[in-house]
């Protein structure tokens, strides 16, 4: 049966590198939405809480409760306001009519749109922002922003730093309570040089990839597998798979393997030099449960770094490991 094994180890070795660019663990955010990137949130929550992190972020609340015995504080990155909030998570609020929309007492943190934008409120919209959470009795518990090009050789860095200075020094003269500000992300805790008093969300870089440079050291956690579903001697002129894109051209022994693209993986279908963890290629078309390749043996490794299929596909290391299906068995491993 396929399955992702997960480093105990290499997680605690980046959660490490992590806390000593910022000068706490507790100042460690750590960013498990959406299955924590597909590693597995309650596997990787359980080890983070562990090792002394006491915020998560998540998607929505589904995933906040799922977590929620683990943690200290869990902010919800993408709630929509309904009136009935639990008053145990944090919401960020991304627009100010959130503001008129959420349950009165509920926690929140003010997103800050600093050059994105995507979503967040404006530095000019502070002081109304301020205005509305005194009058519905909200309780502020922090602010953030979201950096749009960290990982990359720009001035944008350093305008929106500078933008969510301005915000911080505004919400501080409006509101005179205690609060946590962040603004880094993965890519930006290796770039900067400065982090200052902000605490910092962790994304990729808890799980071993880096988003501008290598200066933390880490090491990838996850590794996935496969298992033999059957063998053969694929002779030659015979074909492999759908529409029979592999033809051989001598006699090899051939294995089929348990995952597709039904499991999360995008789907190769055949054309170019698609390789495995061995350097060994893929045959022929992905089949939705199974691929082929040469045997090599009852188990072999998928792949243990999402760079080298993003690569491949065009595509970021996020959109490999964030499709992995949740039904594909985790199992931690030191």
């Keep these: 049966m396929s399955e992702i094994l997960l480093s105990k180890s290499a997680y605690e070795h980046n959660l490490t590198q992590i806390a000593k660019k910022v000068g706490s663990k507790k100042r460690i955010i750590a960013v498990l939405k959406d299955n924590a990137y597909g590693h597995g949130a309650l596997l990787m929550g359980k080890i983070a809480s562990e090792f002394g992190i006491e915020i998560a972020c998540v998607k929505s609340e589904l995933e906040a409760r799922e977590l929620s015995r683990l943690f200290k504080s869990i902010i919800v990155l993408s709630h929509l306001p309904t009136g009935a909030e639990n008053g145990e998570f944090i919401y960020a609020i991304n627009e100010l009519r959130a503001l008129e929309k959420i349950r009165p007492n509920s926690q929140i943190h003010l997103a800050i749109d600093t050059l994105m934008h995507r979503n967040g409120i404006d530095i000019t919209e502070i002081e109304t922002a301020i205005n509305i959470i005194k009058k519905r009795n909200l309780i502020l518990k922090g602010a953030f922003t979201h950096f749009r090009a960290s990982d990359e050789h720009s001035g944008d860095y350093f305008v929106q730093k500078e933008n969510f200075k301005q915000a911080k020094d505004k919400i501080k003269e409006?509101?005179?309570?205690?609060?946590?500000?962040?603004?880094?992300?993965?890519?930006?805790?290796?770039?900067?040089?400065?982090?200052?008093?902000?605490?910092?969300?962790?994304?990729?870089?808890?799980?071993?990839?880096?988003?501008?440079?290598?200066?933390?050291?880490?090491?990838?956690?996850?590794?996935?597998?496969?298992?033999?579903?059957?063998?053969?001697?694929?002779?030659?002129?015979?074909?492999?798979?759908?529409?029979?894109?592999?033809?051989?051209?001598?006699?090899?022994?051939?294995?089929?393997?348990?995952?597709?693209?039904?499991?999360?993986?995008?789907?190769?279908?055949?054309?170019?030099?698609?390789?495995?963890?061995?350097g060994k290629p893929i045959l022929g078309k992905m089949s939705m449960d199974s691929f082929s390749s040469i045997d090599m043996g009852e188990r072999i490794c998928v792949f243990d770094n999402a760079d080298i299929w993003a690569e491949f596909f065009g595509t970021i290391n996020y959109d490999i490991l964030v499709k992995l299906s949740p039904t594909i068995a985790r199992r931690v491993v030191e």
């Design 174 to 278: 409006f509101f005179d309570g205690e609060l946590i500000f962040h603004s880094h992300n993965s890519a930006a805790i290796e770039r900067s040089a400065d982090i200052g008093d902000e605490y910092v969300r962790a994304g990729m870089a808890q799980f071993g990839y880096f988003g501008f440079n290598d200066s933390l050291g880490l090491k990838r956690v996850l590794s996935l597998y496969a298992d033999r579903i059957s063998s053969r001697v694929l002779r030659t002129g015979q074909s492999v798979g759908y529409g029979g894109v592999f033809t051989a051209t001598s006699d090899m022994n051939i294995a089929t393997y348990d995952l597709g693209y039904g499991d999360g993986l995008l789907r190769y279908n055949g054309k170019g030099e698609l390789y495995l963890a061995n």
